[in-house]
C-alpha cells in the first residue's frame, strides 16, 4: 500500500554533489521517521541519514559534515543532499519509512557512483 520512489542517482566524480529524492505514495504515517541507507556491493546495508517527523536528525558519522537529510510532510518527500562526494559513497542508496528505522518501507533503490 506505501510505495517509496528514490531519484537524484547518478554519476559524478570525487569531490562533487547529489540531492537524492525519495517521494512516498499511499496510505503514509507522517509520524513515523524517514532516512536513507545505502548498500555497496559485498558490503553490508548502513544508515546514512535519518529524520524525524519533527525534524531531529541524525548521521552516520562517514557522511557527517558532508550530507543534509531534510524532509517535506507536505510532499511526503525526503531529500538527501550530498557534497564532497568520495568513492566510497559509491553504492545502491535505499529509502525507508518505518516506525523504527531499519524495518517498515523500502524503495527500490537509486545507484550512486562516485568516480573519475
Known amino acids: 500500500q506505501v510505495q517509496l520512489v528514490e531519484s537524484g542517482g547518478g554519476l559524478v566524480q570525487p569531490g562533487g554533489s547529489l540531492r537524492l529524492s525519495c517521494a512516498a505514495s499511499?496510505?503514509?504515517?507522517?509520524?513515523?521517521?524517514m532516512g536513507w541507507y545505502r548498500q555497496a556491493p559485498g558490503k553490508q546495508r548502513e544508515l546514512v541519514a535519518g529524520i524525524t517527523s519533527v525534524g531531529r536528525t541524525n548521521y552516520a558519522g562517514s557522511v557527517q559534515g558532508r550530507c543534509t537529510i531534510s524532509r517535506d510532510n507536505s510532499k511526503n518527500t525526503v531529500y538527501l543532499q550530498m557534497n564532497s562526494l568520495k568513492p566510497e559513497d559509491t553504492a545502491v542508496y535505499y529509502c525507508?519509512?518505518?516506525?523504527?528505522?531499519?524495518?517498515?518501507?523500502w524503495g527500490v533503490g537509486t545507484q550512486v557512483t562516485v568516480s573519475s
Open positions: 525507508n519509512l518505518g516506525i523504527n528505522l531499519g524495518s517498515g518501507y
Open positions: 499511499g496510505t503514509i504515517n507522517r509520524n513515523w521517521p
